[in-house]
C-alpha cells in the first residue's frame, strides 16, 4: 500500500476536526438505537401479529422468534416503477431477495417503495422543478418503510440521479441497520453519444426537425437501463461502489443477464451476514464514515463525475453527522488525476468504460497511488482493495477475480501514472458573486477563460428565445439567475447545452452563470452553477445587469462582475416575481421544501439534523 497523499490526509482531518461535534452525537444515536439486537422485540404483539399477517407460513415463524440469534429479516425499499428505463429491471428484485433470504434462513419484506422521477423525462418541462426535492421525498418515504422497526437489515433498490442519495439519507437515519445497496445496470449500447450530441445541434440551429431528432433520441434510449452516458445515474453507481456499499464490481452489470440476478441474490445473501443479528454486523452509518465520503470526493474526480454530487455528497454527508464543503472538493480536485473519458467528458459510454477496465480499474490504480482510503468497511468486508475484483459466475454462482491490471482502452481508462489530466477537472469558483462550482474536465483549454459582456436572463427558456430571434450574435456570459433551490427547486438547465454549444462553435467566447443546475452531463461550455447564496436569497447575482462585463475564470477560480466596487456595493438586486413557479404539475405541494431548503454548497436540503443543533 503506497503512503496517503498529504493532501488527502489534510483534507481528511480537516473534515475530522471540522465533523467532531455532530459525527460523535450521530454515532451516539445509532449505537443507542441499536441497543435492540432484534429490533422487531420493540414491537407489541398486536403491532407483530400485523406486520406479519400476510407472510407465507414459514416466514412467519421466522418472525416469531424474537431472541438475539433469532434469523434476520430484510426490508427491501425499491424505487421501482416500469415508466423509467433504469428502475423497470428492478420488478424482478424483490421475489429473488425473498427466495435467496429464505436459502439464507432468514426472511425479506418489501418494507415500501419510493418515487422514482426521471430528469431526462422531465428536462426542460415544469416537473424539473419537483427533481432535487424529490430527492428529500425519497429519504422520507425510506424512513417510512424503515419507521416498522422489523428489520435487521436493508435492501436498497434503485439507480438514478435523486433516488440514490434520497434512498442513502433515508438509510442513514436508520444507521444502526446494516444495508446494500442493489443497482439495476445500464442498457446495451444504442447511438454514439457524439453523433446524439451533433443531432441535437443540428435540432437547435433548425437545420433539421422534430422526426429526426426524436429517432436519434429513440436510438440513444432504447431498452431497459440506466442511460448509457456518465451522468448522474451513472456517477451514483460509481460512487456506491467506492464507498462500499455495492458488492464489488455490481455496478455496471446489464439487467437482465444471469450476473445481474446473481449478484441481487448474493447481495441478499450477504446482508443476511452483515445484518444486526448476523454474523459480521455492519450498521450503515459506522460503515459511511469521514474515510468513505472522501474516498466518493475522489472517485467523483477522477472519473469526471456529475456535478450534482456536490450538492448530493454534501446533503449525504451531513445525513451521518459529516461537513463537507466545496473547498474540500476544489482541494482534493487539484492532485486526484483525471482517469476516465466517458461522455459528456469523452465518447465513450459506461458500457465501453467498464469494458476497459471500469471502476476495479480506477479505485485499483486510485489505492496504488495513495489517493483514497484503504483501511474502511465496506458490505463485502474490511478494506477498499476488495473492490478492485470482477465478479463472474461459476455453475450460477457468483465468484470474484482480480481485474485486469492494465486497461483494455487507453483513450477510456488510464493508469494514474499515465492520465487524462493531472486534475479531477472540478474548480471552486469565488468572487463577488459567491461561491460556484465548474466542471472543465469536457472543457477544451482555450475555453476556460471567458471575459464577455453579460446577458442577464430569469429563465432558460428566455435565452433560447433571444437565440431564435437571433439576438446572441457575440461573445456573452449568460447568466441564468431566479434557478436556485429556494426560488423554483433548482431545475437543471441542460436544454440550454445545445444553443450554447452552437454559439461557441461559431466562434464566440461563452459561457454561463447561474444558480441553478446543469447535470451531469455539463459539457463543453464552461458553466459557473450551483451559486452560492442564490438571487432569490438576496445573493449577488441578482445585481448583474445586462452589459457587465463578467469573468469566467476555471484556471485560477475566479468568478466575477468586473464592476466598480462602489457602484457594486450601492447597485440594488433585482427582484422577481417567483408566483409562476408555485402551482402547476404538483409545485403548490412543494412550497415547504422552497421555504425551508438550505443552500447549495449546504447540500440544498429541506430538513435539519437534530446532530448539527446540538453541535
Known amino acids: 500500500m503506497s503512503s496517503l497523499n498529504p493532501v488527502l490526509t489534510r483534507v481528511t482531518d480537516r473534515i475530522v476536526s471540522r465533523s467532531a461535534g455532530p459525527r460523535a452525537a450521530y454515532l451516539q444515536r445509532i449505537r443507542a438505537a441499536g441497543q435492540h439486537r432484534v429490533e422487531r422485540s420493540q414491537l407489541s404483539c398486536t403491532n407483530l401479529a400485523h406486520a406479519m399477517a400476510a407472510m407465507p407460513g414459514r416466514e412467519k415463524i421466522v418472525l416469531r422468534e424474537l431472541k438475539p440469534e433469532s434469523p434476520p429479516n430484510l426490508a427491501i425499499v425499491s424505487a421501482y416503477n416500469d415508466m423509467l428505463s433504469a428502475h423497470q429491471p428492478l420488478a424482478e428484485f424483490p421475489a429473488w431477495i425473498k427466495q435467496a433470504a429464505v436459502e439464507a434462513g432468514a426472511s425479506a419484506q418489501f418494507a415500501g417503495g419510493v418515487p422514482a422521477m426521471c430528469d431526462g423525462v422531465t428536462q ?30 436493508g435492501l436498497y433498490l434503485g439507480v438514478c440521479d435523486k433516488i440514490v442519495p434520497g434512498l442513502l439519507i433515508g438509510a442513514l437515519a436508520f444507521g444502526h441497520l446494516p444495508g446494500i445497496f442493489v443497482p439495476g445496470g445500464p442498457m446495451t449500447t444504442g447511438m454514439s453519444n457524439s453523433e446524439k450530441a451533433h443531432i441535437r445541434e443540428l435540432y437547435a440551429e433548425g437545420k433539421i426537425g422534430r422526426d429526426a431528432l426524436l429517432e436519434a433520441e429513440t436510438q440513444s434510449y432504447h431498452g431497459p437501463g440506466t442511460c448509457t452516458f456518465y451522468g448522474t445515474a451513472n456517477s451514483n453507481q460509481m460512487l456506491m461502489e467506492i464507498m462500499g456499499l455495492h458488492l464489488p464490481g455490481a455496478a455496471f452489470v446489464h439487467p437482465g443477464t444471469p450476473l445481474r440476478e446473481a449478484l441481487t441474490r448474493a447481495a441478499a ?22 474515510r468513505a465520503v472522501v474516498n466518493a470526493i475522489v472517485g467523483l ?3 469526471g463525475g456529475s456535478t450534482n454530487h456536490t450538492i448530493h455528497l454534501v446533503a449525504i454527508a451531513r445525513a451521518a453527522g459529516i461537513a463537507i464543503d466545496w473547498t474540500d472538493f476544489d482541494d482534493l480536485s487539484a492532485v486526484v488525476p483525471l482517469l476516465a473519458h466517458v461522455y459528456p467528458n469523452g465518447n465513450a459510454d459506461v458500457n465501453h468504460f467498464q469494458a476497459a477496465g471500469g471502476v476495479a480499474f480506477v479505485i485499483r490504480e486510485l489505492l496504488d497511488a495513495g489517493l483514497l482510503h484503504e483501511d474502511v468497511r465496506t458490505v463485502a468486508g474490511p478494506g477498499l482493495r476488495r473492490y478492485t475484483e470482477e465478479p463472474f459466475l461459476i455453475d450460477g454462482q457468483v465468484q470474484w ?13 488510464r493508469p494514474a501514472s499515465d492520465p487524462f489530466s493531472t486534475d479531477g477537472g472540478l474548480k471552486l469558483l469565488q468572487g463577488n458573486l459567491g461561491r460556484a462550482v465548474i466542471k472543465v474536465s469536457a472543457v477544451k ?13 430569469d429563465g432558460q427558456d428566455a435565452l433560447l ?11 456573452l456570459v449568460a447568466v441564468i439567475r431566479f434557478q436556485g433551490p429556494h426560488a423554483n427547486g433548482m431545475p437543471e438547465l441542460h436544454k440550454l447545452t445545445p444553443t450554447l454549444a452552437v454559439l461557441q462553435d461559431r466562434g464566440f467566447q461563452v459561457a454561463l452563470v447561474t444558480d441553478g443546475r446543469m447535470s451531469g452531463a ?12 442564490e438571487a432569490a436569497s438576496g445573493g449577488p447575482l441578482a445585481k448583474v445587469r445586462d452589459g457587465d462585463m463578467m ?9 466575477r462582475a468586473d464592476v466598480p466596487e462602489a457602484e457594486w456595493a450601492a447597485r440594488p438586486p433585482a427582484v422577481a416575481s417567483l408566483r409562476g413557479n408555485q402551482f402547476g404539475v404538483g409545485r403548490e405541494l412543494f412550497s415547504v421544501f422552497r421555504d425551508a431548503v438550505d443552500g447549495a454548497e449546504q447540500g440544498a436540503a429541506s430538513f435539519r439534523h437534530p446532530d448539527w443543533h446540538a453541535a
Open 124 to 153: 426542460g418541462q415544469t416537473g424539473m422543478e419537483l427533481s432535487l426535492f424529490s430527492r428529500d421525498v425519497i429519504a422520507m418515504a425510506t424512513a417510512v418503510a424503515l419507521s416498522h422497526q422489523m428489520f435487521d437489515a
Open 269 to 290: 445473501q450477504r446482508a443476511v451476514r452483515i445484518s444486526a443479528v448476523g454474523a459480521e454486523p455492519m450498521p450503515i452509518g459506522e460503515l459511511v464514515d469521514e
Open 301 to 303: 474526480l477522477a472519473t
Open 401 to 413: 477475480r482480480a481485474a485486469e491490471t492494465a486497461s483494455r482502452d487507453v483513450s477510456v481508462v
Open 445 to 457: 483549454p482555450e475555453h476556460r477563460v471567458v471575459t464577455a459582456p453579460a446577458r442577464v436572463f
Open 465 to 475: 428565445g433571444a437565440f431564435k430571434r437571433g439576438e446572441l450574435t457575440g461573445d
Open 522 to 533: 455539463s459539457g463543453k461550455v464552461p458553466a459557473a452553477i450551483h451559486i452560492t447564496p
Open 551 to 559: 469573468t469566467v475564470d476555471a484556471v485560477h477560480g475566479i468568478l
